[in-house]
Structure formats: structure tokens, C-alpha cells
């Protein structure tokens, strides 16, 4: 008897044992997955995408050096066109000569033309800010 009481006792303190080292375990993972998710919330917030138009406005005015930039320097250095106006020219001419489709024509219409200029005021060439 005493021989039985004595390996149930160290049966029960073997499972003791082995359910503090899962638990351990599970809670080590569960934190590593906590931190990992925060980085990653971190990162994915650290930095923001800009919108399409955004990077298409910019690349006409300041990127491209062919003929859509020249397109885009035509309309605006004539005075009678806003950066709005501006910035579609070079990106017809640009659909034009590269096939894309139009999509980035449609990204600056579905910006506007509000937002496209109070996003260009600072961002255009010297020559083109004379404009309204």
C-alpha cells in the first residue's frame, strides 16, 4: 500500500510538472503572438501609403522627364490652367504613350479637383505656381 501511495504521489506530481511546463509554454507563445501582432501594427501604421493620385500627381510635376512632364509644363506655364488640368494632361499623354489604361486619369478624377490642387501648391515647379 505504502508502495502504491508513494507512486501516486509522484504520478500526480509528474502531471503537476507537466501541466505547469504546457501552460508555460502556451502562455510564452500567446505573448510572442501579442508582441508580434503589435510590431506588426506598428509597422503597418508607422509609415502611410500614399493615394494613387497622390504619386501620380507628383510624378508629372517632379519624376517624369519626358514628353508627359513636357505636357504637364505646357499646360501649366500658359497661365490659364490650374494644377487640376495640369496634372490630367500629362497623364493622357502618359496613357497614351504607355497603355496603362487610364487608371491613373481616373485617380486623379476621383480625387478631384480641389484636392489635387491643394495637394500640388507646394509641389509644383516654380513656373507653374503663378497659376489661380
Given at each position: 500500500m505504502r508502495k502504491l501511495l508513494w507512486f501516486a504521489t509522484a504520478v500526480v506530481f509528474l502531471l503537476v510538472g507537466v501541466a505547469?511546463?504546457?501552460?508555460?509554454?502556451l502562455r510564452a507563445?500567446?505573448?510572442?503572438?501579442?508582441?508580434?501582432?503589435?510590431s506588426l501594427s506598428l509597422t503597418s501604421n508607422a509609415v502611410p501609403q500614399q493615394p494613387d493620385w497622390q504619386i501620380h500627381s507628383n510624378w508629372?510635376?517632379?519624376?517624369?522627364?519626358?514628353?508627359?512632364?513636357k505636357v504637364y509644363l505646357a499646360t501649366c506655364d500658359n497661365g490659364s490652367h490650374d494644377q487640376y488640368?495640369?496634372?490630367?494632361?500629362?497623364l493622357h499623354d502618359?496613357?497614351?504613350n504607355n497603355g496603362d489604361g487610364g487608371a491613373a486619369v481616373r485617380a486623379i478624377q476621383g480625387a478631384g479637383r480641389?484636392?489635387?490642387n491643394a495637394y500640388m501648391a507646394d509641389k509644383s515647379p516654380v513656373s507653374c505656381k503663378k497659376q489661380r
Open positions: 505547469m511546463v504546457v501552460g508555460q509554454s507563445k500567446n505573448m510572442d503572438q501579442q508582441k508580434w501582432a503589435h508629372c510635376a517632379n519624376v517624369d522627364d519626358g514628353s508627359s512632364h488640368d495640369s496634372v490630367l494632361a500629362c502618359a496613357a497614351k480641389p484636392a489635387v
